[in-house]
């Protein structure tokens, strides 16, 4: 069982720099694609950030695109997501996954969050304007 555990959430002001980091245990982690969704407040969990495997390939949501970085370090066995420039509608639980990879290929899309085979347990991020 892959265990993910995400950190660095927290109060910060629009305008401002948050990283989080996601940790995981477990697994090979270099055999798994990485990403990030979030839930804000009154609405359904959406996808962020994906990155994969190899971290040759990340793709991003619209919202987000310009504004946050993902990247991974499979020597240390994490993924960050640098989330600069940020917005009160940023504000939301932010949650890291990770999809298994079979022979260096993904059968499903990483930007659904159906396809991803686990789950950390979430970091808040508020963004006080």
């Known amino acids: ?24 245990s ?3 982690f270099s055999n798994y694609g ?4 979030r839930r804000a407040p009154g609405k359904e969990r959406e996808f962020v950030a994906h990155i994969t495997w190899s971290g040759g390939s990340a793709y991003y949501a619209d919202s ?16 960050y997501l640098q989330m600069n420039s940020l917005k009160p509608e940023d504000t939301a639980v932010y949650y890291c996954a990770a999809i298994k990879v079979v022979a260096g290929t993904l ?17 808040q991020v508020t963004v006080s304007s």
């Not at 950190?7 to 996601?22: H, I, M, T």
């Not at 990485?34 to 969704?37: I, P, S």
């Open 1 to 24: 069982q892959v265990q993910l555990v995400e950190s660095g959430g927290g109060l910060v002001q629009a305008g401002g720099s948050l990283r989080l980091s996601c940790a995981a």
């Open 64 to 79: 987000v695109k310009g504004r946050f970085t993902i990247s991974r370090d499979n020597a240390k066995n994490t993924v």
């Open 107 to 123: 059968s499903r899309s990483p930007l659904r969050d159906a396809s991803y085979d686990y789950w950390g347990q979430g970091t």
């Open 26 to 28: 477990g697994g090979t």
């Open 34 to 37: 990485m990403g990030w969704f």
